[in-house]
C-alpha cells in the first residue's frame, strides 16, 4: 500500500506544505522534529498518521518543522504565504472576550462568549478556519461549540444535517469531529432550496437547545459558538445566512474571500443588530477548489465514512426488520416519494407525512428519530442513521445497514433525498 521510500520535508518558519492525497491510495505521514499542526490540531513526534485517498490538507508550523511523508501525493508544494496570522489575531481577540465573560460580574445567562458566525463562498475555507479557531480555543483549555449548518458538505456527520458539538480537545484531522454528545437534526437533503422552511425551523431548534444547554453550563457559554455556514450566499442562501446570524444571536461574523460587497450588504442588513461586529478576512490560496461532481463524491465519502469509519475500521451490520417494525415519516412535500397521495402534498414544509414502504426507499439514507410521536419529530435529534438495502414487497421485510449492532433505538425513520450507494 505504501512505497518503499519515504521522503523528509524541511519547513521554514511560519510556512506550510500543502497537499492532496491521491484518490486511490492512503498516505502517511509523521513529524520529526518541530512542531507542526494540521488546521490548529499540534501533530504528536514521530507517530504516523495515515490519511484516507482524496483528502486536502496543509501542515503548517509557526517555528520551523520537519516531517516524513510516506507514499506518492496528487499534489503537494510548500508555501510561505499563508493568512495564519490573521486567522491567529482572530483567535486572540476571542481569547480576550472569553476572559472577559469570566471575569464578568455581571448575571450568568446575559454574559455569553463570542458567538462567530463563518461566511464564504463554497471553497474559501470557512470549515477550515471553523477547526482552527475550536482547535487552538480546546489548546488553551476553552470548551467552544461547534455549529454546522452546512448542509452540502457536512463535517460533524453525514450531509444533510444541521448539528453542534461541544469541543473539548483539538480535533484529530483524521477522524473528525467526536459524535457521542453531539446534536444532530436531520434534514435530509443536501440542498437547502428543497425545504426553506424546514431548514430555518431547524436553526431555530438547534440554537433553542443549545441556548438551554448554556444556561446550565457556564463553561461552554464562556467558551462560546463557531458556527459554520453554507456557501450558498446569493439569494435565499443570503436570506438564511441573515437567519442564522440572527437566531444564534451572532457576535462576530466572519467573511472569506469576498469582495466587500458581501460585507456591506450584511451590515446594511443587520445595522440594527447590537454588538454585531464584521471581518472581512483572506482566503488561504491553499484552500481546495472542488467541482460539482467532486462535491457529491466527497458527500459519498462522507456517508460511507458514517457506515465504515474513515479508515474502514468500523464494522457494518446489515439487519432485516418487517415493515411494521418501523415507521418513515417524510417533513414536508419535496416531490420526491411517488408513494405519497396527492393530497398529502401540501404546502406546509412542516407537515409530518408518513411514507409508504416499498423500492423507492433503496440506498435512501434514514434517520432514526428519537421522537416518541410524529409530531415530535421536528423537534428531537436523531440516534444516527440508516442505508436500506433491499426492500422485499412479498415478505413485507426491509434490509438495512448500520454501524450499530444493537436494534434500532427507536421506531420512527426520517427519509428525505440523500441516497448512498457504494463506491
Ligand atoms: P469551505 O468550508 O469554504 O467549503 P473548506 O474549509 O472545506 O472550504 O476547504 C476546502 C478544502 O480545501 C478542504 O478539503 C480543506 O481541507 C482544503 N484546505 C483548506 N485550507 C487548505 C490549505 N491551506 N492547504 C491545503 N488544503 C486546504
Redesign the pocket.
Known amino acids: 500500500m505504501f512505497g518503499p521510500q519515504t521522503r523528509r520535508v524541511k519547513l521554514e518558519k511560519q510556512s506550510?506544505l500543502?497537499?492532496?492525497v491521491q484518490r486511490t491510495s492512503p498516505l502517511r505521514l509523521r513529524l520529526l522534529d518541530g512542531k507542526a499542526e494540521i488546521?490548529g490540531y499540534e501533530l504528536p513526534h514521530e507517530g504516523w498518521v495515515t490519511f484516507p485517498p482524496l483528502?486536502?490538507?496543509?501542515v503548517?508550523t509557526w517555528y520551523g518543522a520537519t516531517i516524513e511523508i510516506d507514499g506518492d501525493t496528487e499534489n503537494e508544494y510548500i508555501s510561505c504565504e499563508?493568512p495564519m496570522v490573521n486567522y491567529l489575531e482572530v483567535h486572540n481577540s476571542l481569547l480576550v472576550q472569553r476572559h472577559r465573560v469570566t471575569c464578568s460580574t455581571r448575571d450568568s445567562v446575559s454574559s455569553q462568549g463570542p458567538r462567530v458566525v463563518i461566511v464564504?463562498?463554497?471553497?474559501?475555507?470557512?470549515?477550515?478556519?471553523a477547526k482552527m479557531l475550536l482547535n487552538w480555543a480546546a489548546k488553551d483549555g476553552w470548551k467552544p461549540t461547534f455549529v454546522d449548518l452546512?448542509i452540502g458538505?457536512s463535517s460533524i456527520t453525514i450531509p444533510g444535517t444541521v448539528s453542534a458539538t461541544p469541543i473539548r480537545m483539538p480535533v484529530d484531522p483524521v477522524e473528525g469531529f467526536p459524535l457521542d454528545k453531539a446534536l444532530v437534526h436531520y434534514f435530509g437533503h443536501a440542498n437547502p432550496n428543497v425545504n426553506l422552511g424546514l431548514y430555518r425551523t431547524l436553526v431555530e431548534e438547534l440554537a433553542r437547545e443549545l441556548k438551554e444547554e448554556f444556561s446550565g453550563n457556564a463553561e461552554s457559554r464562556a467558551s462560546g459558538m463557531v458556527i459554520?455556514t453554507m456557501?450558498f450566499i446569493v439569494r435565499e442562501g443570503y436570506t438564511l445566512l441573515l437567519h442564522a446570524i440572527r437566531t444564534f444571536n451572532a457576535s462576530l461574523v466572519i467573511v472569506?474571500g469576498q469582495e466587500e460587497k458581501l460585507v456591506n450588504d450584511l451590515k446594511k442588513d443587520l445595522k440594527f443588530k447590537k454588538n454585531l461586529q464584521f471581518l472581512n478576512l483572506e482566503k488561504?490560496?491553499?484552500?481546495?477548489s472542488?467541482n460539482s461532481d467532486f462535491r457529491k463524491t466527497l458527500r459519498n465519502n462522507n456517508i460511507q465514512n458514517y457506515f465504515y469509519g474513515v479508515t474502514n475500521d468500523l464494522t457494518v451490520y446489515t439487519k432485516t426488520v418487517k415493515f411494521s417494525d418501523v415507521q418513515v415519516y417524510q417533513i414536508g412535500d419535496f416531490r420526491e416519494s411517488s408513494s405519497t397521495s396527492a393530497h398529502q402534498r401540501g404546502n406546509n414544509p412542516l407537515k409530518i407525512i408518513p411514507v409508504t414502504i416499498d423500492e423507492h426507499l433503496l440506498n435512501k439514507v434514514l434517520a432514526i428519530s428519537y421522537a416518541k410521536q410524529p409530531h415530535q419529530i421536528i423537534s428531537s435529534i436523531v440516534a444516527g442513521f440508516v442505508c436500506i438495502k433491499n426492500v422485499d414487497i412479498g415478505e413485507e421485510r426491509i434490509t438495512y445497514i448500520s454501524p450499530s449492532a444493537a436494534e434500532l433505538p427507536s421506531k420512527t425513520l426520517i427519509i428525505g433525498t440523500l441516497t448512498w450507494h457504494v463506491t
Not at 483528502?55 to 496543509?58: K, V
Not at 488561504?284 to 481546495?288: E, K
Open positions: 506550510e500543502r497537499i492532496q488546521f483528502m486536502t490538507f496543509a503548517f499563508t464564504g463562498d463554497t471553497d474559501s475555507g470557512k470549515s477550515t478556519l452546512n458538505q459554520d456557501g472569506l488561504s490560496a491553499g484552500v481546495f472542488r
